[in-house]
C-alpha cells in the first residue's frame, strides 16, 4: 500500500503547475510499480504492479487478455484460464500464489471468479478524500446522473493547455484528449480510439461513453504514483476545472 504522508517530489523540470494525469504521473507510477515489484511478497501486489508497471491502464489490459478467453462472455474464469491469463500477461508468480489470489477472490468457492470483481480487488486502495475528488469530476461530467459520460462531455471539460507536450507545440488539443482517451474502451474501442478524418479524433458522434467504473479505475492506478492528497487535489482540479 502506498504511504499517504512521503512526500511527493515533481520530477526535475516539470512544474506543478503543468500536473497532467496523461504525462508526469503516468511515467511516476510506472517507476513506482516498477520498484515496488523489487519487493512486494503478496502475490495479489505482486499482480496489481505488474499491471501498473504499464501505466494507469495496465489492468484495463489485464481485463482485455481476460475477455479474449472469454469464449462464452459469461464473463468468469476457471483456475486453468485465470492461470493462462496471468502467464499470458507476464506475471512473474509461482503456480501457488497464482493459486492464493484465485481462491481469495473466489469466495464461494464455486471454482470461477468473475473477472469484474477480480478487476475491482486489483485496482489500487484509494482515500475517501481521493475517491470524493474523483466523483466530484464524475458528476461534473455525467450530466444525466446515469453512470456513464460522453466522449463530447469528456472533451468539453478535459484541461489541455497545462499538459508539458501542448505548452511545448509537440502536440494537439486533440492528439492530448486522445492520449487520455486511449486509458478507456469507448464505443467497442479496446485502446480508447476514435478516428476520424485523415486519422485524426473529433466527435463525429455523442454516445460513445466511459463509464463510472471505468473512470474510477483509472484514477486509482494514478493515485498510486502521487503520495500526497494535495497533489493530487491539485491534479484532479486542474485537469477538470473542478
Known amino acids: 500500500m502506498i504511504n499517504s504522508s512521503a512526500c511527493f517530489q515533481p520530477a526535475l523540470g516539470v ?31 505482486k499482480l496489481r504492479y505488474t499491471c501498473l508497471r504499464r501505466g494507469a491502464a495496465g ?24 492461470t493462462k491469463g496471468v502467464r499470458d500477461f507476464g506475471v512473474k508468480i509461482k503456480d501457488s500464489e497464482i493459486k492464493d489470489v484465485f481462491d481469495r477472490i473466489d469466495k464461494d468457492k464455486s471454482g470461477t471468479i468473475n473477472f469484474d ?4 480487488a486489483l485496482r489500487p486502495p484509494m482515500s475517501q478524500a481521493r475517491l470524493n475528488l474523483v466523483d466530484k469530476a464524475f458528476q461534473k461530467l455525467d450530466k444525466t446522473g446515469d453512470g456513464v459520460v460522453t466522449v463530447a462531455d469528456m472533451e468539453g471539460v478535459y484541461e489541455h493547455r497545462r499538459h508539458p507536450q ?35 479524433w473529433y466527435v463525429a458522434v455523442h454516445y460513445y ?5 471505468e473512470f474510477v479505475n483509472y484514477y486509482s ?5 502521487i503520495d500526497t492528497d494535495i497533489y493530487f487535489d491539485l491534479m484532479m482540479r486542474n485537469s477538470w476545472k473542478l
Open 209 to 213: 461513453q466511459v463509464t463510472k467504473e
Open 117 to 120: 470483481e477480480f478487476l475491482i
Open 59 to 82: 489492468i484495463k489490459e489485464l481485463g482485455r487478455a481476460f475477455r479474449i478467453m472469454d469464449d462464452n462472455e459469461n464473463r468468469t474464469l476457471d483456475m486453468a484460464e485465470f
Open 221 to 225: 492506478g494514478i493515485s498510486a504514483a
Open 166 to 200: 501542448y505548452i511545448s507545440g509537440e502536440k494537439t488539443k486533440e492528439q492530448i484528449f486522445q492520449q487520455f482517451l486511449n486509458n478507456f474502451e469507448i464505443g467497442g474501442h479496446v485502446d480508447g480510439k476514435v478516428s476520424g478524418r485523415n486519422g485524426i
Open 15 to 45: 512544474s506543478i503547475l503543468n500536473i497532467s494525469p496523461a504525462s508526469m504521473s503516468e511515467h511516476e507510477l510506472k517507476q513506482k510499480a516498477e520498484q515496488k515489484l523489487q519487493t512486494v511478497t503478496d502475490p495479489v501486489e
